[in-house]
């Protein structure tokens, strides 16, 4: 049905709908503008003006003033380390447990299954404490272990994700195998793996995305100036007894913490968009 085939009274709904999500669009939006707008203007003119959606006289220098008075690069670089690892650590244990759940026949999967998926309704702030104690009891106190190790385990919504994913697959596809004498893990990583590569990118990115935005984990284990994450390094920009906040450094330093994960996922959109536009109808 064609616009100008709708009932008048229909084409206003529509057109109400489509000014409120451009309002909410706009107020979402705008904080990205201004803080890259900021990142870009001279500090002293930032407060010139309350609003202004393009840079005026840009520069790069709060960039250097930034890195002047913080380690901003060895923040990024720390960011960039952590959250890869934390996320190929999170894929090398959800993947085979996905698929083990999903394709393999064992006893006690079921049972096994949903203990791991209850795990996903464990409020984490819980096992601070004791993670903490652990960590400081194992000398592993502000090093990148202590970052990386901890923040892996937490995979339950991963393994129910991807058993969702490997058990959508055709069953043919591994009688082949089977026949044709591959193992478990020829059939895991040759054919498994290859068709759930949507899923993965997708989780990737969520996990990527959640472990590089960890802040109240880091802050309590990170003491090192030079071993802080982007995300727990900004929180320095604030203490600064009572002198006046230099703004554009700071919303420069945010630009560097928001870019790279914006960036991967404007990247891995098709991927995201392939893995979960599908429903996860239980077979």
Known sequence: MSAQ???AHL????AIIHVVLLCLSVATVFPLVWMVTSAF??????????IRLWPEQPTLSNFTIAASRHPIWMWLWNSILTSTLITLGKLVLALPAGYAFGRLEFPGRKFLFWLVVATMSFPTV?????TYIAVVKVQAFDTYGAMIVPSVPYIGFYVFYFRQAFRSLQGSMFEAARMDGAGLWRQFWEIAVPNVIPAIAALSVISFMGAWNIYLWGQLVLEDSFRKT??????????????????????ATSLLSVAPVLALFLLAQRFIVDALAPGLDEK
Request: cysteine-free; hydrophobic content about 55%; proline content about 9%.
């Open 5 to 7: 085939s709708l009932p």
């Open 11 to 14: 084409s206003l709904e529509r």
């Open 41 to 50: 203007t001279p500090n002293e003119l930032i407060a010139a003006k309350a």
């Open 126 to 130: 819980l096992a601070i404490i004791p």
């Open 230 to 251: 982007l995300t727990t390094g900004i929180a320095a920009f604030a203490d600064l007894d009572g002198a006046e906040v230099l703004w554009g450094p700071l919303m």
